[in-house]
């Protein structure tokens, strides 16, 4: 951010003739220093799966960090994650012991609410859920105590290095991104989400027949996403064959719900696109 300025303050002249008012010394302009924002910033080499937002935890999401963040929250390190360990309690009586339960890593759940409803929808399936808006994060952990959810884990921090330190090769059995920030502005496309270099990464951690989910109501960013994604050697597009009337993209799956902000785009006229790409 911009430093201090020094300015140099010099003593006005006085005009010592009685018969003339003295003059007023002129007033010292300190310079304007603007708040540095993103569009400053040049564009970092690595990838950054987030962007801080403003906003402003509630009483309710409070008290939530609180009773339930010793439990649900799971912090940052820098060395593989032991899932069995990370979701001990999950299981219930009846699951085999050899048998490992399914997760899925969602990278930016916003308030929780679609993460919350897959989660209770797919109770036989382990969700590892990564946000770094706090609001956001004490928004799920109070939906999950509403809902007596006990298979998600939350980690709030910053996705990519996730990916890289605590996900092991062929870990995951999906991953979900929904409606990552579109970048609207051709200038700042260079910044959104969805890029070869992660998607390279999401696709070596996800096990054979593992999938991924995008999903986006931006037009140009729905055709990248399915340009990045066809890309990958890794992953075959699951709509091709099924639905060629699709053009690439995929029916939206039963699992992922209709937000309020999707119905009131839908609503509107502005269209919604999935993308489900398959580990081959």
């Known amino acids: 951010m911009g430093g201090a300025v020094a300015v140099s303050l010099q003593s006005a002249p006085v005009n010592d ?41 509630t009483t309710g999401q409070t008290k939530a960090f609180a009773e ?26 009846d699951d085999m012991a050899d048998i490992k339960r399914p997760t899925v890593l969602e990278i930016g759940f916003g308030m929780g609410e679609a993460t919350a409803h897959i989660a209770a929808l797919l109770p036989g399936t382990n969700f590892l859920c990564c946000e770094v808006h706090e609001p956001g994060v004490g928004a799920l952990l109070k939906r999950i105590g509403e809902q007596n959810l006990r298979n ?27 409606f990552p920030d579109p970048w609207h502005k051709k200038k700042h496309n260079k910044r959104r989400l969805i890029q070869a270099p992660l998607i390279a ?18 037009q140009p960013y729905a055709e990248q996403i399915l340009e990045v994604l066809s890309a990958e050697p890794l992953l075959k597009n699951t709509a091709r064959a099924e639905h060629p009337d699709l053009l ?3 029916p939206k799956p039963h699992y992922r719900p209709l937000t309020k902000f999707e119905n009131r785009g839908i609503k509107l006229g502005h269209g919604v696109w999935d993308l489900v790409f398959e580990r081959i």
């Open 17 to 57: 003739s009685p018969t003339t008012s003295p003059k007023a010394p002129e007033p010292v302009r300190t310079p304007r220093i603007r708040p540095q924002s993103l569009a400053d910033v040049a564009f970092p080499k690595t990838i950054k799966s987030f962007v801080r937002r403003a906003g402003r935890t």
């Open 68 to 93: 339930l963040g010793p439990k649900f929250l799971l912090p940052y390190q820098p060395a593989p994650l032991d899932f069995a360990a990370a979701f001990a309690d999950v299981a219930g009586a």
């Open 152 to 178: 998600i884990r939350i980690c709030a921090h910053d996705a990519v290095e996730v990916i890289d330190h605590m996900l092991p090769l062929q870990s995951l059995a999906g991953v979900h991104l929904f």
């Open 201 to 218: 990464k999401l696709a070596a951690r996800l096990q054979l027949g593992g999938y991924i989910h995008c999903a986006t109501d931006w």
């Open 248 to 250: 690439g993209y995929a």
